[in-house]
C-alpha cells in the first residue's frame, strides 16, 4: 500500500489562500505512514527587490553546467522515477556456436502527491523571480556539445530507457541472437504552484516572472550540437525507449536473431495546477504548466537517433535493427514491438 500524503497543513480549511501555516506534530507511528513532498513557502513583504530564485524539488544547470561532458548516460531528473541500461556485446574471430541472450526488465513507477510551491508578493514587489516547481532548468550553455549514449532530463515523470547491441563476426558455426526488453512507466503525479502578486505595480515591467510547474526548460544554446543515441526532455509523462541492434557479418552457418520490445506506458496525472493571481501587474510574466520548454538555439544541431520532448504524455519509442552479411547457410530473423500507450490527464 502506498504511503499517503498529508497535506492539511497546505490543503485544510481556508489555508491555501493564506500564507498562515500551522503544522500539527505527528507522533512517530503518524510519520510512518507520511510521505511529504517538497512543499515551499516564500513570503515576500514590503517591496523586495532582490533577485530570487525560488526552486522546489527541482534540478538547475546554470551557466556552462554539462558543458562539453562526455559520458554514457546523463541523468537530471526531479521527482521522477527512471531506468537507464544497455547490454553491449562482441565476438569476433570464433571457431564454433555463438550464442547471445540479452534481456532487460524495467519498472519504473512514480507516484508523487504533490510538490507545492506556494509565492506570495504584497506590496509592489519590484524583483525578477524564477519560481521553479518541481522542474528540470537548463540555462545558457549547458549540456552544449554533450556526447553521451543515453541523455535524460526529466520532471515529474516515469522513464525507462534501454539499448541492446551485439556485434558478430568471423564466425565458424551457427549465430544465435535473441533480445528481450519489457518495459513498465507508470506515472501518477501531481504539482501544485501558486503565484499571488498583491498590490499595485507602477514599474513591474523590470520584473519578469518565470513561473515554471512540472517543466523542462531549455534556454538559450542548451543542447546545441548535443550527440546522443536516446534524448529525452520530459515534463509529467510515463515514457519508454527501447532498441534492439544486431551486426552479424562472415558466418559458416546459420543465423537466427530474435528481438522483442514490449511497452506499456501508462500516464495518469492531475496536470500540475498553476495558479497566478495578479492584481494590477504588467510585468513580462512567463507562467509555464506542465511543459517542455526549447527556446532560442536549443537543440540546434543535434544528432540522435531517439529523441523526445513530451509533455504530459504516454509515449512509447522502439527500434529492432538487423543487419546481416556473408552467411553460408539459412537466415532467420524475428522481430516484434508491441506497445500501448494509456494517457489520461486533467
Not at 496536470?271 to 504588467?282: A, C, P, S
Amino acid at each position: 500500500m502506498r504511503k499517503h500524503l498529508l497535506l492539511t497543513a497546505i490543503f485544510g480549511a481556508g489555508v491555501i489562500g493564506s500564507p498562515a501555516l500551522a503544522l500539527e506534530e505527528l507522533s512517530e507511528e503518524e510519520l510512518q505512514s507520511v510521505t511529504a513532498q517538497g512543499i515551499q513557502i516564500i513570503i515576500n513583504n514590503d517591496d523586495p527587490e532582490n533577485v530570487q530564485n525560488n526552486n522546489n524539488d527541482s534540478v538547475q544547470l546554470n551557466d556552462q553546467a554539462q558543458k562539453n561532458i562526455i559520458a554514457f548516460s546523463i541523468m537530471n531528473i526531479s521527482n521522477t522515477a527512471a531506468n537507464q541500461s544497455a547490454n553491449l556485446a562482441l565476438a569476433q574471430d570464433t571457431a564454433d556456436d555463438v550464442d547471445i541472450h540479452q534481456d532487460t526488465y524495467q519498472l519504473a513507477d512514480n507516484f508523487v502527491f504533490a510538490s507545492l510551491q506556494e509565492v506570495y508578493n504584497e506590496d509592489d514587489p519590484d524583483a525578477i523571480q524564477n519560481n521553479n516547481n518541481a522542474s528540470v532548468q537548463i540555462r545558457g550553455d549547458a549540456q552544449q556539445n554533450a556526447i553521451s549514449f543515453h541523455n535524460l532530463n526529466a520532471a515529474n515523470s516515469a522513464v525507462n530507457q534501454a539499448a541492446q547491441a551485439v556485434g558478430v563476426f568471423n564466425t565458424g558455426d551457427d549465430v544465435d541472437v535473441d533480445q528481450d526488453v519489457v518495459q513498465i512507466a507508470v506515472n501518477d503525479t501531481a504539482a501544485g504552484q501558486v503565484v499571488v502578486n498583491d498590490g499595485p505595480s507602477f514599474d513591474f515591467g523590470d520584473a519578469p516572472q518565470n513561473n515554471n510547474n512540472s517543466s523542462v526548460q531549455i534556454n538559450d544554446e542548451g543542447q546545441q550540437n548535443v550527440i546522443a543515441f536516446t534524448l529525452a526532455n520530459l515534463a509529467g509523462s510515463a515514457v519508454n525507449q527501447a532498441s534492439n541492434l544486431a551486426l552479424i557479418d562472415t558466418t559458416g552457418d546459420d543465423v537466427d536473431v530474435d528481438q522483442t520490445a514490449i511497452q506499456f506506458a501508462l500516464n495518469f496525472i492531475i496536470t500540475g495546477q498553476l495558479t497566478v493571481d495578479n492584481e494590477d501587474i504588467d510585468g513580462i510574466q512567463n507562467n509555464n504548466n506542465g511543459s517542455v520548454q526549447l527556446n532560442a538555439n536549443a537543440q540546434q544541431n543535434a544528432t540522435v537517433f531517439q529523441g523526445m520532448n513530451a509533455t504530459s504524455s504516454a509515449a512509447n519509442q522502439a527500434t529492432n535493427m538487423v543487419g546481416v552479411f556473408n552467411t553460408g547457410e539459412d537466415v532467420d530473423i524475428y522481430q516484434l514491438s508491441d506497445q500501448t500507450a494509456v494517457n489520461t490527464s486533467f
